[in-house]
């Protein structure tokens, strides 16, 4: 079975620094596009990241601020946030699917193969 479990969310001032994490389980990373979205309050969800065997993908929003990685053999994904906004408020969510990074920046998050409950990051001061 399918699982992928994200944490690593708090409240993060403007301009700090705070690290997802997507572990995820029952597949391998390598088969996999791993994306991360957000859904801002009173906001439709949207893909910022994505990561797979041969590409990455950055929503212009986070283009230059976040990093996405991942570490196979701890089968995890990691979302580096820096310098935050509090326009970057809201709950993210890990995402796989078979499918190239590409889907991420186009695809609803409902439509991929699998997601996760979602961790909530609060940008404020």
């Known amino acids: 079975q399918m699982q992928l479990v994200e944490s690593g969310g708090g409240v993060v001032q403007p301009g700090g620094s705070l690290t997802l994490s997507c572990v995820v389980s029952?597949?391998?990373?390598?088969?996999?596009?791993i994306g991360w979205y957000r859904q801002a309050p009173g906001k439709e969800r949207e893909g910022v990241s994505c990561?797979?065997?041969?590409?990455?993908f950055y929503a212009d929003s986070v283009k230059g601020r976040f990093t996405i990685s991942r570490d196979v053999a701890k089968n995890t994904v990691y979302l580096q946030m820096n310098s935050p906004k509090p326009d970057d408020t809201g709950v993210y969510y890990c995402?796989?699917?078979?499918?190239?990074?590409?889907?991420?920046?186009?695809?609803?998050?409902?439509?991929?193969?699998?997601w996760g409950h979602g961790t909530q990051v609060p940008v404020s001061a």
């Open positions: 995402a796989a699917d078979l499918g190239a990074c590409t889907r991420i920046a186009t695809t609803p998050m409902d439509e991929l193969d699998t």
């Open positions: 029952g597949f391998t990373l390598d088969n996999f596009s």
């Open positions: 990561i797979s065997l041969t590409s990455n």
